[in-house]
């Protein structure tokens, strides 16, 4: 058989499209805010016509130098190549079945839906503030929590002033949802 047609592996797993982002619980829907979107479509758009263009002349180059199966450019171009390919089939499924979602559309709102920012105070008095997103878009170190994570499930649909309860491992917390707020709509 020829080398063409065999597969070739680096270990992982070929078939994992998911970028290291966890599955949508299923039959659920992909929210995602419209800036999610535009950010997650931007990547899509510069790993096709970018980037991918660039690491396929780098193969191009290195497999005519002679011996591929010591040439570190072209091995190391052919993985990346495979990663590029894996990352743009998840983004192109991923935004297929996106809904997008506008938290402005709920600006002045007092109760908790997706996109909102939430403060809440802690059974222990401490105050904490998240932003409900989607799951393909979080940012924990900003703050950002995914709609279907427990904290998120626990405040969706509660208003300002409600306290809910949320299980954790460490046992039952009680949260009072100090203040909610969307961002404004664009002004046009």
């Known amino acids: ?15 994992d499209d998911s970028g290291g982002l966890p599955p949508l619980p299923a039959g659920t829907k992909n929210y995602m ?10 990547e899509l758009l510069e790993l096709m016509d970018v980037e991918r263009p660039k690491v396929v002349e780098v ?26 390919d ?3 089939r ?12 506008d938290p402005s559309a709920h600006h002045g709102n007092d109760q908790i ?6 403060t809440y105070a802690t059974g222990k008095g401490e105050e904490r503030t998240i932003t409900i997103k989607g799951v393909d878009e979080v940012d924990h170190l900003a703050g950002e929590v ?17 306290e809910v309860t949320l299980s954790t491992p ?14 404004a709509p664009a002004a046009g």
Do not use: C
């Open 1 to 15: 058989m020829s080398k063409a047609f065999t597969k070739e592996s680096d270990g992982a797993d070929e078939d």
């Open 33 to 42: 805010t419209p800036a999610g979107y535009a950010r997650l479509r931007a």
């Open 59 to 84: 193969v191009h180059w290195a497999a005519l130098n002679g011996d591929r199966s010591e040439n570190g450019d072209y091995l190391y171009g052919k993985k990346r190549l495979r990663e590029i």
């Open 86 to 88: 894996r990352r743009i």
């Open 90 to 101: 998840f983004l192109t499924k991923r935004l297929d079945i996106a809904e997008v979602a």
């Open 113 to 118: 839906f997706f996109g909102a920012t939430v």
């Open 146 to 162: 995914s709609w279907v994570s427990p904290i998120a499930r626990a405040l969706l649909k509660a208003r300002e002033g409600d």
């Open 170 to 183: 460490g046992g039952v917390e009680t949260l009072e949802v100090l203040e909610v707020r969307y961002p």
